[in-house]
C-alpha cells in the first residue's frame, strides 16, 4: 500500500427502483473514477435500487400501498452475489478501483424476502471482500429493513488502505464508532441520507476522534428522478425540485473537508490523501491505542452472526 491514494466520493442519484439501470449508471461511475485515477469510490446509502423516502411520508395505516412499494424494493434489491454484483465486480476490475456500494440486500441465506440496508466492499481485482449490514434502521426505516449483527463489523485491507463503513446513523452509536476503530481501519465510509450541517459536524468529530479519513457520500436526488406513477410523489410539498441536496464530502483525520460539501447536484467528489496523517492525528489521540485504558473499560462485540 502506498502511503498516497486518491479516493472519490459518488453523489449520484438512483434510477428509482431500477435495479439494472441503476447498475449500470454505477459501473459507468466506477469507470470515470479509474480514469480519474481513484483508488476507491464509495456510492450513497441504498444507491442500489434507491433511498425509500416514503416511510417518512405513508402512515403504517396505508398497508396496501406500503405492501405494493416492498414488493419493488425487494424486486430491486441485492443478492450476494448475483448477477448485479458480478456487473459491479467486473467494472470494479477494469477500472482498478476499489468500490464500497450502498444497497437494499435481499436475506439470501432464508427466505430471500427480508431487506437489509447494507454495504458491498469490491477490491481492485473485482473480488467481493465483505459486506456490513445497518445494525439498526431509523424511525420509519424500521418498517423496510431488517437490523445487521456485530458479524459485519469489521474492515479490509484494500490497495487503498484498510476500509471499513458504517451507514448513515449507526456513525452516532459510540460502540459501532469504537468496533471500526478497534479493526484498525484507516477510511471509513460513512454513505448516509442526511444532508444536514450537523452531519458534516459529527462526520469532522469522528474522523477527529478516530483519526481516519471519513469519505460521507449521500444521494443527490431530485423531484424528477422519481417517476410520476408512484402516488407517494404527490405528498411532498408542492414546487418541492429537491428531495435530498446530497453534501457529500471527504475529510482528512484532523476534521479538515479536504472536498465538498457538494449541494444540489450530481457529481463525483475527488481527493489525496497521506496516510501519514493518520499517524500524526494518533501521535496525541489514538481512541483505541494510548487513550484506551483497558484497566478501567472492557469492550466486546458480539462477532456470531445472530
Request: charged letters at 20%; proline letters at 4%.
Amino acid at each position: 500500500m502506498t502511503k498516497i491514494v486518491k479516493v472519490a466520493a459518488a453523489q449520484l442519484s438512483s434510477i428509482f427502483l431500477n435495479k439494472e439501470k441503476s447498475i449500470e449508471k454505477a459501473c459507468k461511475a466506477i469507470l470515470e473514477a479509474g480514469e480519474n485515477g481513484a483508488d476507491l469510490i464509495v456510492f450513497p446509502e441504498a444507491f442500489i435500487s434507491g433511498y425509500p423516502d416514503w416511510v417518512w411520508l405513508i402512515p403504517n395505516s396505508k398497508g396496501a400501498d406500503l405492501n405494493e412499494l416492498y414488493v419493488k424494493l425487494v424486486e430491486n434489491a441485492v443478492s450476494v452475489p448475483d448477477e448485479g454484483t458480478r456487473q459491479l465486480c467486473k467494472a470494479a476490475k477494469d477500472a482498478g478501483v476499489n468500490v464500497v456500494m450502498g444497497m437494499h440486500e435481499r436475506n439470501s441465506e432464508t427466505s430471500s424476502t427480508s431487506l437489509f440496508n447494507s454495504l458491498l466492499f469490491i477490491d481492485d481485482q473485482g473480488l467481493i471482500i465483505g459486506k456490513h449490514r445497518k445494525l439498526i434502521p431509523t424511525g420509519g426505516e424500521r418498517l423496510i429493513w431488517s437490523q445487521g449483527d456485530g458479524s459485519t463489523l469489521r474492515s479490509y485491507d484494500t490497495s487503498a488502505g484498510k476500509i471499513a463503513g458504517l451507514i448513515c446513523w449507526e456513525n452516532f452509536m459510540p460502540l459501532a464508532r469504537n468496533a471500526i476503530y478497534e479493526s484498525g481501519a484507516q477510511l471509513l465510509a460513512t454513505p448516509t441520507w442526511d444532508k444536514s450541517a450537523n452531519w458534516i459536524q459529527s462526520m469532522q468529530h469522528i474522523a477527529r476522534e478516530g483519526g481516519l479519513f471519513v469519505i460521507s457520500s449521500c444521494m443527490a436526488l431530485k423531484m424528477d428522478d422519481i417517476p410520476d406513477h408512484y402516488e407517494f410523489k404527490k405528498l411532498y410539498p408542492e414546487g418541492r425540485e429537491w428531495i435530498n441536496v446530497g453534501n457529500s464530502a471527504i475529510i482528512a483525520p484532523n476534521g479538515q473537508i479536504l472536498a465538498g460539501p457538494l449541494e444540489a447536484e450530481e457529481g463525483i467528489l475527488y481527493a489525496e490523501i497521506d496516510f501519514d496523517q493518520v499517524i500524526k492525528a494518533k501521535r496525541m489521540f489514538d481512541a483505541v491505542g494510548h487513550y484506551s485504558r483497558p484497566d478501567v473499560f472492557t469492550f466486546n462485540v458480539k462477532s456470531t452472526p445472530s
